[in-house]
């Protein structure tokens, strides 16, 4: 029995210890619950600290380094784990208080238990993973983009709306490449930041790489640059090529925009290790440069130029800046003062600006001005180091001493000024800064491409047309600083422009290379100053000098340059003969001049530039100076008044400029008071014919010594000539280079051009045709043969084809513009034609003229005015003139309907005329009228 009873005993023990097992676990869950507790607080907060160590980690080492995704995922658990353990705690305290309470619910307990002991078993885990073998941190993937530090909140309207046009480029599939190009300190840095931190940008590519190139950048340096932004590592045994390589296929098959600030040489992006951006490539470059050429050898597709602020930006800008101050009522106006002296300059306002920020002592605004305005006699330690050492770079890398001087010439001329080319090429040609050994029209291509090249690195800029430049005020002040007695180039001493009485003292004449008191009020000059260094003294438009004492010139042996236009003198000294290196000598405008002293010019052997015209040289005078000017074997440019036919025969007889061609610019007047030259024109003869006594010897043609002249000319204007029936008489044969031509008061004169007779036509280049008070002018262009029929024109007959203005005024015995359908073909490339106080004009051309084609197609401005009976245009003949811009009609009481409807004139922009006349047009019907109204503004002018 008791063998029985163990065997069955056994078993059951087994079982109850089976049983018991993990009931024990139960209960130890409950049990020891608030121990574990406790350690699961502990290992969590521990695990805590490890997580925030890693992250510490991988934050210092950000950007550079970042975590590894393995280290990532084990943070995520972490904070999932630590969340746990936020979520049961409340679980723990209302167990806690419920066994205080004895509201015992064991089964909760144990469940409570279990989970804070595997919790702590997970934990473990953690812990165990944290230590990362591998390492937790990696090399970080390049950034799309980095951002730039920039000011957004004072910078200026212009620099937002350059920011746009550029956007819009790098929206534009066409344009690969797009250059931002302008002068020192304009801004263009400061766009290129705001599209680098542009959000859109980021969407569009997947890199945005910014390079800082500069002057003195190589291949290398931006390599290195570029592969530390996109995380390449590059060695330094490795060649130029094998890390082209590298960055190639880095960025193989990526978008990028790649930014490229202060480019001062072409940069071999391919050398570099950039694929080529394209178009549908993705990848764009925009680079910012002082230099349009570079925007050129790096073959931009745009070329987008940064200018100075407007006036009112610029005082907006500064105004901000300067803060409150500036509204007090004794620096106000000195703040405006100083705004334009910065000339738009962003860098300059923003020196400036800082200096002066909330300052209130009105001396010290006062004193700045002065210094401002006086930068080669005054040092603002600011605008030195923060404006000039900037622009002086540009300066610097010209590394071209034609062009340096170039530019250090255009200094001598007065703040804000318009420089003429020619005139400033003459003076760099005179100097021997452009060779002597050059023709006119040579050294003005040479100087002109000089000049070019200044304005595209952003040092001159452009003038109001194509025959003037201008320099900012900034860099003006940066040359004078140049050249003053501190500065490291030849001195200039400049008073121009400034209304100084203040005379230079010996000191400063004797060390000075170039001195300008243009456009003063210089009223004495010294007895005789010694300028033994001294090239260039320019004096004109000093409208109260009015003597130059006999021995100013004696002791200035090299002087080349003299300029004296403008000035009250009535003679030369006579020391003027000293000067044996003159090159130049203008005296035109010297409305006081009386005579020069005989002998002196023909001196001046080394003369190649004379300007004397509206002067009041006496006829003894004109005769003694145009035979001494004979004389002279240099001669390239002159412009002389002759006084008489006979003085010009003189020259033209016994001048070897003259028969050696080497005078390739003239303005010769004879027997005129006043004239019109247009800007660029090099060859100018402008004769007043009312000499009787010749005329009658010689019929009704011009002198043989105009015809000569006539031959060579660009420009001609004929007055007075009371014997010429007709203008084509005068040997148009051989006149094939005039381009203007002005006739007046021509008393006799009824027809420009007889075509009879003429193989070749007449006039072929003649570009803009002026005719005013020709009493009896009844023809332009002459087909007939006396009282003949209206003959055919002559094979090969081209006559005005060339022709872009006509002007006809006070001509009242024409009564049809055109005299033929041959003649309104011609006119093909006419683009604007003026008619006034023609009482007896009808029309455009006679009724028996019948037109096969559209007359006139170039036409971009009409004017008529004051024609009491021109009613009609070209009858029958549709108008359809695609360029016309803008119509004026004013006094024209019989014109009762315009010449063409909206079709005929799509682009037409403007049409004025009184309202009567507007009122009274007829209309075919009132849809038109409604067309042309909207589009067009009317003068509310009487009739």
């Not at 480029?169 to 690969?176: L, Q, S, W």
């Not at 405006?336 to 002296?341: F, L, P, W």
């Not at 005989?598 to 005078?621: D, H, N, P, W, Y």
Request: proline share 5%.
């Amino acid at each position: 029995m008791a063998e029985v009873a163990g065997a069955i005993a056994q078993p059951i023990c087994e079982i109850g210890r089976c049983l018991w097992a993990p009931i024990a676990r139960r209960v130890n869950y409950g049990r020891k619950l608030s121990k574990n507790w406790e350690v699961l607080c502990e290992k969590a907060h521990d695990l805590g600290l490890k997580r925030e160590d890693i992250l510490a980690q991988a934050e210092q080492s950000n950007p550079q380094k970042i975590p590894t995704k393995e280290c990532d995922g084990w943070i995520k658990k972490v904070d999932e784990m630590l969340k746990k353990v936020e979520t049961i705690k409340p679980e723990f305290n209302v167990e806690k208080k419920c066994v205080g309470g004895l509201c015992l619910d064991i089964f909760a307990r144990i469940e409570l238990g279990k989970r804070v002991a595997n919790m702590i078993d997970d934990i473990k885990e953690l812990e165990g993973k944290s230590k990362f073998e591998s390492g937790f941190l990696v090399d970080a993937p390049p950034a799309t983009v980095e951002m730039q530090p920039d000011h957004a909140s004072k910078l200026s309207e212009s620099a937002y709306l350059t920011l746009d046009m550029v956007l819009e480029k790098i929206r534009d599939e066409n344009t690969p490449k797009i250059g931002i190009w302008g002068m020192g300190g304009v801004g263009k840095t400061t766009v290129l930041k705001l599209l680098n931190n542009k959000p859109e940008i980021t969407e569009i590519f997947d890199f945005v790489i910014w390079v800082t190139v500069s002057k003195s950048q190589s291949i290398r340096m931006v390599q290195e640059e570029v592969g530390q932004r996109l995380s390449v590592e590059i060695n330094k045994d490795e060649s130029d090529d094998r890390v082209a390589r590298k960055l190639h296929q880095r960025l193989h098959g990526k978008k990028y925009l790649l930014l490229l600030d202060d480019v001062w040489e072409m940069v071999d992006l391919v050398s570099v290790g950039f694929p080529n951006p394209t178009q549908d490539s993705g990848r764009k470059v925009v680079l910012t440069t002082r230099k349009l050429e570079v925007c050129r050898k790096m073959g931009t597709d745009i070329e987008v130029k940064v200018k100075v602020l407007q006036e009112e930006e610029a005082r907006e800008m500064f105004y901000s800046n300067v803060e409150d101050v500036v509204k007090l009522p004794d620096i106000k106006p000195l703040a405006e003062k100083i705004v334009k002296e910065c000339d738009g300059l962003p860098l300059a306002l923003k020196v400036v600006s800082g200096v002066l920020r909330k300052e209130e002592n009105v001396n010290v605004w006062r004193n700045f001005l002065r210094e401002l305005r006086s930068p080669a006699t005054s040092f603002i330690e600011e605008m030195n180091e923060n404006v000039f050492k900037v622009l002086k770079v540009s300066y610097d890398q010209l590394n071209n001493t034609e062009k340096e001087q170039c530019l250090l010439f255009c200094g001598l001329y007065p703040e804000d000024s318009e420089i003429d080319k020619a005139e400033l090429i003459q003076y760099l040609r005179a100097e021997g800064i452009l060779s002597r050994e050059l023709t006119f029209a040579e050294a003005f291509d040479q100087g002109d491409a000089i000049l070019q090249a200044l304005i595209d690195a952003s040092l001159l800029e452009k003038g109001h047309d194509d025959y003037f430049v201008k320099m900012h005020d900034v860099v003006r002040d940066l040359v004078l600083a140049m050249t003053s007695p501190k500065g490291e180039e030849p001195q200039q001493l400049v008073r121009a422009g400034t209304s100084s009485e203040r005379i230079l003292d010996a000191v400063e004449w004797k060390k000075a290379t170039r001195i300008s008191f243009m456009k003063n009020d210089l009223r004495n000059l010294p007895e005789s100053p010694d300028c033994p260094k001294l090239l260039t003294l320019l004096l004109q438009r000093n409208f109260n000098l009015k003597v130059i004492p006999e021995t100013f010139f004696s002791n200035m042996p090299d002087l080349r340059v003299l300029g004296l236009s403008f000035t009250r003198i009535k003679s030369l000294p006579t020391s003027i003969s000293k000067l044996d290196s003159l090159r130049e000598l203008v005296l035109s405008d010297c409305d006081s001049l009386e005579a020069l002293p005989a002998g002196a010019i023909c001196k001046l052997s080394q003369m190649e530039v004379f300007k004397l015209l509206r002067t009041q040289l006496s006829g003894e005078s004109r005769e003694i100076v145009a035979k001494e000017l004979s004389n002279l074997s240099s001669l390239s440019c002159l412009e002389f008044d002759f006084g008489t036919v006979g003085n010009l025969q003189h020259f033209l007889e016994n001048s070897i400029s003259w028969k050696q061609r080497r005078l390739t610019k003239f303005h010769f007047h004879i027997n005129v008071d006043h004239h019109y030259v247009e800007s660029g024109i090099n060859r100018c003869l402008c004769y007043g014919g009312g000499e009787e006594e010749e005329e009658e010897e010689r019929g009704s043609s011009l002198p043989p010594a105009i015809e000569n002249v006539l031959i060579q000319s660009e420009f001609f204007e004929l007055i007075g000539h009371g014997k010429l029936s007709t203008f084509s008489e005068v040997g148009v044969r051989n006149i094939c280079e005039l381009k203007w031509c002005i006739i007046r008061v021509c008393d006799e004169l009824e027809k420009i051009v007889d075509i009879n007779g003429l193989e070749m036509g007449a006039f072929p280049n003649l570009e803009h045709l002026y005719l005013r008070k020709l009493s009896k002018l009844k023809t332009i262009l002459c087909l007939e043969m006396g009282e003949g029929p209206l003959l055919p024109p002559p094979p090969n007959a081209n006559t005005f084809t060339n022709l872009k203005s006509l002007t006809l005024s006070g001509c009242p015995s024409i009564e049809q513009l055109f005299s033929s359908g041959f003649m309104v073909q011609q006119l093909s490339n006419l683009e604007a034609l003026y008619v006034r106080s023609c009482q007896g004009l009808k029309g455009m051309i006679p009724d028996d003229q019948k037109l096969d084609y559209e007359p006139l197609p170039k036409l971009r401005t009409l004017r008529l005015r004051n024609l009491p009976e021109f009613d009609s245009f070209f009858e029958g003949v549709p108008m359809c003139w695609q360029s016309l811009k803008e119509v004026f009609i004013l006094r024209c009481p019989k014109l009762k309907k315009l010449p063409f409807d909206t079709n005929g004139a799509p682009n037409l922009e403007k049409i004025e005329g009184s309202q009567i006349w507007w009122d009274a047009l007829e209309w075919d019907n009132d849809a038109i009228r409604l067309q042309f109204q909207p589009r067009f503004e009317r003068s509310k002018f009487d009739p």
